[in-house]
């Protein structure tokens, strides 16, 4: 078996845009999104997309059967900040806007007035995390939705950034209760069983997540970058968006003008962590967790957003795709069987055909960088592939 290689880049911050205080914060962002990366296996668009959330001050619910990682990932993910009032609730059926917004105060109430005691509720919290969300009842729901998206309740003014949420449950377009509700979280997830293999045997060997306290990230570098994510300029991709509302629309998808407005500080925010001081096609991809209110509209989405923003990064997904293809159909394939012997024969072929597919599209002119450090990524992993079948079926 080929010896694996391991591509290390650095990663290019626009030194004119982000002060040197600025870029070591995005340098250290990334260093926690690669330890959690390392962590929780084949959740790496779920960990970027709450650090964005994070920097474009919206929500993020994350959606499937329990046992995924949901709730363990907000809660390692959290703990890698510091500075912030953090506010955390597990949602049932019986839970009241005075679990979530403080109790009345009794010696308030003797003096003939109402205030409400929120220490350590969610009116102080900077982060709130709250489970299993869409448990609640309607009482509870209408206060999250105002909290949510007005930061207020009862007059008072939250300086809340970020809800995170969690739940077992897909939303459905029937439930119109909810609608509004769903409508506050611009960043929707839903989570799948680890599908790789290695992936899996990787996940068997992981032990507890830590992080050391000189890693972790304050608020007042956070607020350094959020204060720079309005600034970050988008006017030269409004035409692709354009694009994709329109083919969007055909397909009978269609989004709100603020939500599509809020679409634009994710992708200013992803920019951001990326050192960029404008966004580009890869962020616009983000779109793909913004976009959709029904499941079945996903493929959709993500097949319109490789038409119309990046033909290249398409193709590549294409071949990253067939790759894994092959791999899922030829190794367990048994090369004494005469049949399955040439099955796996010509899935070698293919997947060589693929690695040379991927190096030319890498040494095209004018390649953006990233997109040249990702076919060398997936150059690598095909050739990691094509070894790990070798060495099974072969030795």
């Known amino acids: 078996m080929a010896k694996k290689k391991t591509t290390t880049t650095m990663q290019i911050l626009d030194t004119k845009f982000f002060t040197l205080k600025e870029q070591e914060t995005i340098r250290k962002i990334n260093a926690v999104k690669e330890k959690l990366d390392n962590h929780f296996v ?144 611009l960043f929707k997830l839903i989570f799948g069983d680890i599908h790789d293999s290695r992936n899996f045997k990787k996940l068997l060997k992981i032990g507890v997540f830590k992080i050391d306290d000189a890693d972790k990230i304050d608020r007042v570098e956070i607020d350094a970058l959020i204060a720079k994510v309005p600034k970050v300029k988008f006017v030269h991709q409004i035409q692709k968006l354009s694009n994709v509302r329109a083919h969007l629309r055909k397909e009978e998808i269609s989004c709100s003008p603020r939500r599509w407005k809020q679409s634009i500080e994710a992708m200013q925010a992803r920019a951001i962590l990326n050192g960029r001081s404008s966004i580009n096609g890869e962020d616009m991809y983000i779109l793909k967790f913004i976009l959709w209110s029904e499941k079945k509209n996903i493929p959709v989405i993500e097949e319109c957003l490789d038409h119309y923003i990046d033909p290249i990064l ?64 997936i150059t690598d992993r095909v050739k990691e592939i094509r070894d790990d079948i070798s060495n099974k079926i072969w030795t």
């Open 42 to 185: 084949e959740r790496s668009s779920a960990i970027e997309v709450m650090f964005v959330s994070l920097l474009a001050k919206h929500h993020t619910l994350f959606i499937g059967p329990p046992g995924l990682a949901k709730s363990q990932l907000i809660e390692e993910m959290l703990g890698c900040f510091t500075g912030y009032e953090l506010f955390k609730w597990q949602i049932n059926k019986f839970t009241t806007p005075d679990d979530l917004m403080g109790k009345p105060s009794l010696a308030a109430l003797r003096n003939d007035q109402f205030v409400r005691v929120t220490e350590h509720k969610l009116p102080e919290a900077n982060i709130a995390y709250i489970d299993e969300v869409l448990n609640a009842n309607n009482s509870t729901l209408n206060v999250l939705n105002g909290a949510m998206n007005e930061r207020t309740f009862e007059g008072m003014n939250f300086d809340l950034l970020s809800v995170f949420g969690a739940t077992n449950t897909v939303p459905r377009k029937t439930d119109l209760e909810l609608a509004a509700f769903i409508d506050r979280w």
């Open 314 to 377: 398409a193709s590549l997904k294409k071949l990253t795709g067939a790759a894994q293809n092959i791999k899922d159909s030829i190794e367990h394939l048994d090369i004494h069987n005469q049949q399955e012997n040439q099955a796996v024969s010509e899935g070698m072929v293919k997947l060589n055909r693929i690695i040379v597919q991927v190096e030319e599209i890498g040494k095209k002119d004018d390649l953006p960088v990233d997109i040249k450090v990702l076919a060398e990524k």
